[in-house]
């Protein structure tokens, strides 16, 4: 069964840091996400990409948040300089289409400290 | 906002017995699909119902939509103990890039 597979699990960072997460869509979908959970909280749109650039973005996204799909198969999420509240649990997730199910990878656990 | 809000947040039940977890959201939608989330993991797609489904089986799951009360809600039959979890109900959002929204979650806890 295909999945998105994501690295690092865990990543622990000092503040001010640079961070990338990186993530292995399904090879034959189109459609790439980008969605964060911080602890007990709900999961929150981040990005979407489609055809090298970015769909959709959220308020959260700004300035300090980049996505890129440097090769075909890895999509990454930069946090340029982390702060205290990026703390959180990253997922990525792919699908199909722009309808129907999205598949998520297991997330990439971030702490900042 | 067409945010999937779930009710209740939290449930605790017995092995064996039945589930309802409810959803309702705030615009019109295409479809609406449930997600699980075991602690600590990834979502995992449960099952989607289009606006003009009214319901969906699929093993234990049962879903229900009602377009006309913007709510849907999720039946698990004879739950067991690894269905213990967290279930999100997911729209679409407004735009065209096949992002979903998701609700707070409702946490279900089922005791052996």
């Known amino acids: 069964e295909p999945e998105v597979t994501q690295t690092p699990s865990h990543q622990v960072t000092q503040m001010g840091q640079e961070v990338i997460l990186r993530c292995v869509p399904i090879?034959?979908?189109?459609?790439f996400y980008w969605y964060r959970q911080i602890l007990g909280q709900k999961v929150e749109f981040l990005v979407s990409?489609?055809?090298?650039?970015?769909?959709?973005k959220s308020e959260i996204f700004d300035d300090q948040f980049s996505v890129e799909r440097p090769d075909g198969s890895n999509f990454t999420l930069k946090i340029r300089s982390t702060k205290l509240e990026d703390s959180a649990m990253y997922f990525c997730?792919?699908?199909?289409?722009?309808?129907?199910?999205?598949?998520f990878g297991e997330g990439s656990r971030l702490t900042v400290l | 906002s067409q945010q999937g809000e779930e009710d209740p947040q939290a449930l605790s039940i017995q092995e064996g017995e039945n589930a309802t977890m409810n959803c309702s959201y705030k615009t019109s939608i295409n479809n609406l699909q449930w997600y699980r989330q075991n602690s600590g993991r990834g979502l995992v797609h449960l099952i989607l119902i289009r606006s003009n489904e009214r319901e969906k089986h699929s093993g234990r799951l049962r879903v229900t939509l009602d377009t006309s009360k913007k709510s849907s809600s999720l039946l698990i039959t004879a739950s067991r103990a690894a269905d213990t979890a967290s279930y999100f109900c997911a729209t679409p959002g407004s735009s065209n890039t096949g992002k979903l929204i998701f609700g707070q979650g409702t946490t279900l806890q089922v005791k052996p």
């Open positions: 990409f489609y055809n090298n650039e970015i769909s959709e």
């Open positions: 090879s034959n979908h189109l459609y």
């Open positions: 997730a792919s699908g199909r289409g722009n309808t129907g199910e999205l598949f």
